[in-house]
């Protein structure tokens, strides 16, 4: 069973800055990890996504604001959000999907999700 475990959530002014880390208990070669936030009321929506090649994806709203990155030696991803807006605040969850060698999807795994609020 994989588990995806979160941190770094919590409350901040605008402006102000977070970093969400995400740790996997089982590491896989080939992987897309990922962050997917949801605000009350509203589907979830996709943040940012890396790939184990370091190739990165992300959200239009989050562009030039958030950064992501991975550990693949501690099987972490970690999200940087600077210049934080009060429409960041969301429940932001950890994805993980792993590929095969061929680039088939084999798997999906969600963290339980660690809250971000942002308001003065």
């Known amino acids: 069973q994989v588990q995806l475990v979160e941190s770094g959530g919590g409350l901040v002014q605008p402006g102000g800055s977070l970093r969400l880390s995400c740790a996997a208990s089982?590491?896989?070669?080939?992987?897309?990890m990922g962050w997917y936030r949801q605000a009350p009321g509203e589907p979830r929506e996709l943040v940012a996504t890396?790939?184990?090649?370091?190739?990165?994806n992300y959200a239009d709203s989050v562009k030039g604001r958030f950064t992501i990155s991975r550990d693949n030696a501690k099987n972490t991803v970690y999200l940087q959000m600077n210049s934080l807006k009060p429409e960041d605040t969301a429940v932001y969850h950890c994805?993980?999907?792993?590929?095969?060698?061929?680039?088939?999807?084999?798997?999906?795994?969600w963290g339980q999700g660690t809250q971000v609020t942002v308001s003065s």
């Open positions: 089982v590491g896989f070669s080939i992987n897309t």
């Open positions: 994805n993980l999907k792993r590929y095969n060698s061929l680039g088939y999807f084999l798997s999906e795994y």
């Open positions: 890396i790939t184990s090649k370091a190739a990165t």
